[in-house]
């Protein structure tokens, strides 16, 4: 089974800044790897796929990074709306999830 | 606008099964898709359970693969879930979600390929265990 561990568990960030999250997979899985954003009570929202390419609708300031088994997500200046919590997620050979980073505000 | 929309009962006792249909509109559930469910249990993160392909073809978490059977039925553009012998620990709101991507054979052996991650959801359904 592949695991992927992200970090920081909680990211404290002031509106306008930027926020880096990263996630790590225990074994290389090319550039197969999703993040997804979850708001309270909302399913999943599918925010970027292979690695690094925006899903239509998804803001620029949203972008992802990273091949092998280091990844990052980078949210360049964090609006209001960005406030939730992220999920990394592999589909190199089935799938698995990050156990996410929640973005607060400071 | 493809839309997925969990049904079944929010409460089951332990040692139950576990029942959920995830039903599809706006898409054939006969397309170059993979139907998965996912979980999450209160205040965690998210849980791949497994997933159907329209030919039947299934994948499953093997950490729950003793206890799960997903299937399809096309002729409703539906697919289920049942997880049985089920304990508190399976509590959680359970989503279903579409993953494009592809079924093929290679090597001896079938293979499920992605196109990219799960791009449509449903809105979840909680599934609470206890007497």
């Known amino acids: 089974e592949i695991v992927l561990t992200q970090s920081p568990a909680i990211l404290s960030v002031s509106p306008g800044e930027r926020a880096t999250l990263s996630c790590r997979a225990s074994?290389?899985?090319?550039?197969?790897l999703a993040w997804y954003q979850q708001k309270p009570g909302q399913a999943p929202r599918l925010l970027i796929s292979?690695?690094?390419t925006r899903t239509t609708g998804v803001p620029a300031r949203f972008s992802g990074s990273g091949s092998g088994t280091e990844f990052s997500l980078t949210i360049s200046s964090l609006q209001s709306d960005d406030f939730a919590v992220y999920y990394c997620?592999?589909?190199?050979?089935?799938?698995?999830f990050g156990q996410g980073t929640k973005v607060e505000i400071k | 606008q493809v839309q997925l929309q969990e049904s079944g009962p929010g409460l089951v006792k332990p040692s139950g099964t576990l029942s959920l249909t995830c039903t599809v509109s706006?898409?054939?559930?006969?397309?170059?898709?993979?139907w998965n469910w996912v979980r999450q249990p209160p205040n965690k993160g998210l849980e791949w359970i497994g997933e159907?392909?329209?030919?039947?073809?299934?994948n499953y978490n093997p950490s729950l693969m003793s206890r799960v059977t997903i299937s399809v039925d096309k002729s409703k553009n539906q697919f289920s879930l049942e997880l049985t012998s089920v304990t508190a620990a399976d509590t959680a709101v359970y989503f279903c979600?579409?993953?494009?991507?592809?079924?093929?054979?290679?090597?001896?052996?079938?293979?499920?390929?992605?196109?990219?991650?799960?791009?449509?959801w449903g809105q979840g359904t909680t599934v609470t265990i206890s007497s």
């Open positions: 997620q592999q589909y190199n050979k089935w799938w698995t």
């Open positions: 159907i392909f329209h030919i039947g073809s299934t």
């Open positions: 706006g898409d054939s559930i006969s397309g170059n898709h993979w």
């Open positions: 979600a579409r993953a494009p991507g592809e079924h093929y054979y290679d090597s001896g052996t079938y293979h499920a390929f992605y196109y990219y991650g799960m791009d449509v």
């Open positions: 074994q290389s899985i090319g550039n197969n």
């Open positions: 292979d690695a690094s």
